[in-house]
């Protein structure tokens, strides 16, 4: 059995009613493509519903813990070395147009860093998590980045607006936490963005880390404006001659 810390306990039970919201709210979104109206404004408000939700559920037991999350920003509780990370809906054009690939992202970032991470598709009921130096999880099975390492045999994702490499095979899902959690399991041996929000990669990046990839530094960014690279540790080197460019 998978021994697990009561943050990210926490985190996972936040994830979870939360993700309640999302599904009915993504069920009634499907049936809004054929209005007139259109589900812009429904899915701003899901987003914020489940915010809402995500917050209240993590300050139960950690009251003073600060936040930083897509929507509301900044929540400077007394705890500031503690902060909760928040995307409630990373990939919302996706939901927004009825397709199911999105996900629920929260990182739990202390002064060490980023020490645990979530990444929970409600739809697919995939639940990825991950914890400093205890590996990287889907639903309770170890994941493993790939070991293929020759470029031709990749796959890699990317939603950068735009790019095109004409030699590497490239996927844009549209969801960044997915993408990075898909690393992590293998689906993809890389993923690799610029001027990217910290709150799309913060779960993301400790998951590829201890799956046994490699994410470059993101710390030397500022959190609005990161340029993140992850990839299996067997072709990182390739992938970053590739984007070297980029």
């Excluded at 259109?38 to 519903?49: A, E, L």
């Excluded at 990749?154 to 898909?182: H, M, T, W």
């Amino acid at each position: 059995m998978i021994s697990i810390s009561s943050n990210l306990n926490l985190m996972i039970k936040a994830a979870e009613k939360a993700s309640k919201s999302v599904i009915r709210d993504f069920g009634e979104v499907e049936k809004l493509q054929v209005s007139k109206k259109g589900p812009k404004d429904f899915v701003t408000r899901t987003d914020r519903q489940v915010e809402k939700i995500l917050i209240e559920e993590l300050s139960k037991s950690k009251k003073n813990f600060s936040f930083l999350s897509e929507e509301v920003g900044k929540i400077n509780n007394k705890d500031r070395e503690n902060i909760w990370i928040i995307d409630p809906i990373d990939g919302t054009t996706n939901f927004l147009h009825g397709i199911p690939h999105f996900a629920i992202s929260i990182a739990l970032q202390t002064n060490e860093g980023i020490v645990s991470g979530l990444i929970f598709d409600p739809i697919k009921d995939e639940m990825y998590f991950s914890e400093k130096n205890k590996g990287a999880f889907l639903n309770n099975q170890r994941l493993r980045v790939s070991k293929k390492n020759l470029l031709d045999d990749c796959l890699f994702a990317s939603n950068q607006e735009g790019v095109k490499f004409s030699d590497l095979n490239i996927r844009c899902s549209g969801s960044a936490a997915l993408d990075l959690a898909y690393v992590a399991s293998g689906r993809y041996d890389g993923y690799f963005h610029n001027k990217i929000n910290i709150w799309d990669v913060a779960a993301g990046a400790l998951m590829v880390e201890e799956a046994g990839g490699i994410v470059n530094d993101l710390n030397k960014f500022h959190v609005n404006n990161i340029d993140i690279r992850a990839s299996s540790s067997a072709i990182n080197d390739k992938m970053l001659e590739k984007l070297r460019n980029f």
